[in-house]
Each structure stands twice: as structure tokens, then as C-alpha cells.
């Protein structure tokens, strides 16, 4: 059993910038692959990021690509979403997931998951 516990979410101007964190509980989180999807209000949950257990896939959403950016500290056990130049459209909860398979952009592809933190871009 993993427990993934996010923050760093809150309300931010567009063209602002946030760091989202999710810490893991676990001592095999290096051999984890990590992802961070989002959930606007009325709509389904959409991937963003996602990293391979190596550190050597990245997969980004085309509508964050250039300006979000994952990555994970085994150290700490925790994955990092960095999300600048923020638009209204990244108006979401936003949830980071691991599998101890191959990172994947489908939901379908996790085992376990964070209770979300919000993030509110205003225009």
C-alpha cells in the first residue's frame, strides 16, 4: 500500500507560477512511476506529466508541454510538478498517482492515488 500526499496548490494570477509536491510513503518509491493528472469542474480527469520510474521517460499533456515540468527526489520520496506561466485554463484539482509499471498517460495505468490539492488560476 502507497500514500501519496499532495500540496503547495492555491489561488495564483495568470501568468503566475506553483510548485506542486506529493510525498510517498514507501521504501521501493525509486522503482515507482510517477504521474500527475488534473480535474476541472464537469470534466473527467486529463493527464499533465508523467515520469518514469528511471527518470528517463517524460511524457507531458500538449497543453502544459514548455511550460510544466516533473520530477521526483527519491531522497525525499516526493515528485514535483512545476507549473509556470499559468493560464485560467489550468483551473484544476490536480492529483499525482505512481505505478510500479511503466508510466503511462491513462488514468487506467496507476494503482495509487493522492486526494488532490486545488489550483485556481484567476484571469
Known amino acids: 500500500q502507497v500514500q501519496l500526499v499532495e500540496s503547495g496548490g492555491g489561488l495564483v494570477q495568470a501568468g503566475g507560477s506553483l510548485r506542486l509536491s506529493c510525498a510517498a510513503s514507501?521504501?521501493?518509491?525509486?522503482?515507482?512511476?510517477m504521474g500527475w493528472f488534473r480535474q476541472a469542474p464537469g470534466k473527467e480527469r486529463e493527464f499533465v506529466a508523467a515520469?518514469?520510474?528511471?527518470?528517463?521517460?517524460?511524457y507531458y499533456a500538449d497543453s502544459v508541454k514548455g511550460r510544466f515540468a516533473i520530477s521526483k527526489d527519491n531522497a525525499k520520496n516526493t515528485v514535483y510538478l512545476q507549473m509556470n506561466t499559468l493560464k485560467a485554463e489550468d483551473t484544476a484539482v490536480y492529483y499525482c498517482a505512481v505505478t510500479r509499471g511503466l508510466s503511462s498517460r491513462s488514468v487506467s495505468g496507476y494503482d495509487y492515488w493522492g486526494q488532490g490539492t486545488q489550483v485556481t488560476v484567476s484571469s
Open positions: 515520469l518514469g520510474w528511471s527518470g528517463g521517460t517524460l
Open positions: 514507501g521504501r521501493t518509491f525509486s522503482t515507482y512511476s
